[in-house]
């Protein structure tokens, strides 16, 4: 009996820690590229909640295949003006999200939050719009840490600025980006 009892302990530990260990994300460490096909992406888009372009308030988020960047609010704009970019702005604040519908997961979900996203940007004399964006930080549910460069060379065809009826600016929004997430 006491054998019998034991033997059912021993099991029913064994089975815990093995659906214990397997509760959360299980997660494929790499580097993923959506201009290799690792991914792809759907949209970026920043709404001009702070009154038009560069203006501080203003929120940024970004849809792919198996990710969500979203609630990046723009805090700060720095005038650059280096051989590349002409500005650099700071948004602070948002949550990126990463789930099985991508390479980097097997199953789960991954969860980083109060995140901050350096924007490196300039237009040019044709209205063509470059910039190149940049965070790192760690998962708040997961022992990983990440890289993610995110760059766009958009003509006015590839993203658009969009104005309510009285004039007003709405949001800006541009397709046919690239991102590149290193999880490590």
């Given at each position: 009996m006491k054998r019998t009892a034991l033997l059912s302990f021993v099991i029913l530990v064994v089975?815990?820690?093995s659906v214990s260990v397997q509760a959360g994300p299980v997660v494929?460490?790499?580097?993923?590229?959506?201009?290799?096909?690792?991914?792809?992406t759907k949209f970026w888009k920043e709404k001009f909640i702070g009154g038009g372009p560069g203006q501080p308030g203003n929120v940024l988020m970004a849809i792919g295949q198996g990710f969500v960047f979203q609630n990046g609010v723009l805090e700060s704009v720095e005038v650059y003006g280096t051989d590349d970019w002409d500005y650099k702005t700071t948004y602070t604040g948002g949550m990126?999200?990463?789930?099985?519908?991508?390479p980097w997961l097997k199953k789960g979900m991954l969860k980083a939050t109060n995140l901050t996203a350096y924007n490196y940007s300039t237009v040019d004399g044709e209205g063509n719009l470059h910039f190149?964006?940049?965070?790192t930080g760690?998962?708040?549910?997961?022992?990983?840490?990440?890289?993610?460069?995110v760059t766009f060379d958009g003509t006015p065809g590839t993203y658009q600025i969009?104005?309510?009826?009285?004039?007003?600016?709405?949001?800006?929004?541009?397709?046919?980006?690239?991102?590149k997430i290193e999880i490590y």
């Open positions: 089975l815990g820690f494929n460490p790499g580097t993923y590229n959506s201009a290799e096909g690792d991914f792809t990126l999200t990463l789930n099985s519908k991508g190149q964006l940049l965070m760690s998962f708040d549910n997961a022992p990983y840490s990440f890289d993610i460069v969009k104005y309510d009826p009285y004039g007003n600016f709405e949001f800006q929004m541009g397709v046919n980006y690239n991102v």
